[in-house]
């Protein structure tokens, strides 16, 4: 009966240390790969924030990411609203990633009153803030097309 005590003992304590040991590497993957996402991204930060820093404005096209593609980048209408609001604006966002633990989400570039940078945000989080954003924007160009044009 006490050998029977013993197994039950070993298997329960190896049977809980495996899970505790797949939960930790699973929680580990998901930070390194939100980690590996923002640093890819944060060469295009330094460089766009370059650019806004020597012309005053958000360049056209996403610096090259090293074939890591973009799912969105800013139009002219959002790079002009960044520019003309104080709310964090989203320029470009990389495409959503499943993390096992974690809620899946974005890398995504913020820009905020002449400062730019990348941070990780869930992919609910995200469709909300560019839902939003889309709604500021299309005020934004109706507030402006409303008003009459001024020549130099």
């Not at 404005?57 to 520019?83: C, F, G, M, N, S």
């Not at 495409?95 to 992919?123: C, F, N, T």
């Not at 839902?131 to 299309?138: A, G, S, T, V």
């Amino acid at each position: 009966m006490a050998r029977r005590r013993w197994v039950f003992r070993m298997v329960s304590f190896v049977s809980i240390t495996a899970v505790i040991l797949c939960f930790i590497v699973a929680w580990r993957r998901d930070a390194l790969i939100v980690n590996h996402q923002i640093r890819t991204l944060s060469e295009a930060v330094t460089d766009i924030q370059g650019t806004l820093d020597e012309i005053g404005r958000l360049p056209a096209e996403v610096p090259e990411l090293h074939h890591t593609p973009l799912a969105y980048y800013a139009t002219d209408a959002d790079r002009y609203y960044a520019i003309n609001t104080e709310a964090p604006v989203i320029l470009a966002a990389m495409p959503r990633i499943s993390l096992l633990l974690g809620e899946d989400g974005h890398a995504v570039i913020l820009y905020k009153q002449g400062k730019v940078w990348a941070e990780w945000m869930s992919a609910t989080d995200y469709e909300r803030a560019k839902w939003q954003q889309d709604q500021e924007i299309e005020a934004f160009e109706q507030e402006r097309s409303e008003q009459p044009l001024i020549l130099p």
